[in-house]
């Protein structure tokens, strides 16, 4: 079984859940990340994502000092890089979320998998259509 660590982007940055949510806007947009982890204490306490700043920033009047702690989503799902691809796809159905940290042995981020990125070869495009499946259902 193909380990995840295959199909993960390795450009991958944290935000400081103290920044504000325009450096975290700066940073999503230089590096095209639609979700960024949100790390403390040399931890990773969240993670916030473009839909986080519309819904939870914008939509609400906040302005773009809002800090990242203030509008992110609170603890984060993850998962190692020699889980299967059908681990990383069954955490994400079970959580409806479209990306998804990756760790290191030593619990290092090393990586994000996208919802997108189990359709690189056509023998995951089956794991994607399930994980989308169950991602879009009403929770």
Not at 41 to 67: E, F, H, P
Request: aromatic content about 4%; overall charge neutral.
């Amino acid at each position: 079984m193909k380990q995840v660590k295959a199909l993960m982007s390795k450009d991958v940055q944290v935000i400081g859940a103290d920044q504000t949510i325009q450096e975290a806007a700066v940073l999503m947009s230089k590096g095209n990340y639609g979700m960024m982890p949100v790390a403390e204490n040399d931890r990773m306490v969240g993670a916030l994502s473009d839909r986080d700043i519309v819904i939870r920033a914008v939509a609400l009047g906040k302005d773009a000092s809002t800090k990242v702690r203030d509008v992110m989503s609170p603890g984060v799902f993850w998962t190692f890089e020699e889980d299967s691809i059908d681990k990383a796809a069954e955490i994400m159905s079970k959580h409806q979320i479209r990306r998804l940290p990756i760790v290191n042995a030593d619990k290092r981020l090393v990586g994000i998998v996208a919802l997108g990125d189990f359709t690189v070869e056509r023998s995951d495009i089956e794991v994607a259509g399930e994980a989308l499946t169950k991602i879009s259902k009403p929770a």
